[in-house]
């Protein structure tokens, strides 16, 4: 298995408050990504970093922040959480942007906003 | 944006049959991608599909990526309990995209022992 770790593994949080999440990988691949998944909605990408402080947005990343100051780290942040950001959280991680574009994921983030 | 839709949404099938489940877009893929997720875990990548017409097994799951690029099949042969869990397809655009991936929606499959 790829080596991810996502924390936290679940959190509740109130309506408002900034919220960050972490994944690390020991895999020390390049490209690393944040998706969401809702039902009826699959696997939707946030954000997604090519590089050491290179970053850009993906297709629902209204709400959200995210940083990379390591290679072995992507931060996701919820500026102000709202109810709609009530969600489970993946990150993936690719070694290359070349085929195979095979990701690796992490096991999740349940997250609650009340 | 590009958007996939995978059908059927759900299947419940008993132990020992045959499941198909199918992948379309609107526009061309140059990469297809079949997941695999078990409650509670982030997916897993079964099987990878890099030209049209491509036919790729691994074990009882057989994939072809469409003739017109825009398509994407799953077969599972002789299902078991441990197929339980939601099958994603996945395309890549190609070009400078990063490795993005888009997903489909995915298939809820329950096998009954």
């Known amino acids: 298995d790829a080596g991810i770790t996502q924390s936290p593994r679940h959190k509740v949080t109130e309506t408002g408050t900034p919220v960050t999440l972490r994944c690390h990988q020991t895999?020390?691949?390049?490209?690393m990504y944040w998706y969401r998944q809702d039902p009826g909605h699959g696997l939707r990408l946030i954000h997604y970093?090519?590089?050491?402080?290179?970053?850009d947005k993906g297709e629902v990343s209204d709400g959200y922040s995210v940083s990379r100051s390591k290679t072995e780290d992507f931060l996701l942040t919820l500026e102000s959480a709202t109810s709609s950001q009530t969600s489970v959280y993946f990150c993936?991680?690719?070694?290359?942007?070349?085929?195979?574009?095979?990701?690796?994921f992490g096991p999740g983030t349940r997250l609650t906003v009340t | 944006g590009q958007q996939l839709n995978q059908s059927p949404q759900s299947m419940f099938i008993q132990e020992g049959e045959d499941v198909s489940m199918n992948c379309t877009s609107s526009?061309?893929?140059?990469?297809w991608l079949w997941y695999k997720q078990d409650p509670g875990e982030g997916p897993v990548l079964l099987i990878a599909?890099?030209?049209?017409?491509e036919l790729t097994s691994n074990g009882r799951l057989t994939a072809q990526f469409g003739i017109t690029r825009k398509d994407s099949f799953l077969n599972i042969s002789a299902s078991i309990p441990s197929d339980v869990g939601i099958y994603f397809c996945?395309?890549?655009?190609?070009?400078?995209?990063?490795?993005?991936?888009?997903f489909g929606q995915g298939t809820i499959l329950t096998v009954h022992p």
């Open positions: 993936a991680i690719s070694e290359s942007y070349r085929p195979p574009y095979e990701q690796y």
């Open positions: 895999e020390n691949h390049r490209y």
């Open positions: 970093s090519y590089g050491v402080k290179d970053t």
């Open positions: 526009s061309i893929f140059n990469t």
């Open positions: 599909l890099y030209k049209a017409g």
């Open positions: 996945a395309g890549h655009a190609g070009g400078t995209s990063y490795g993005k991936l888009t």
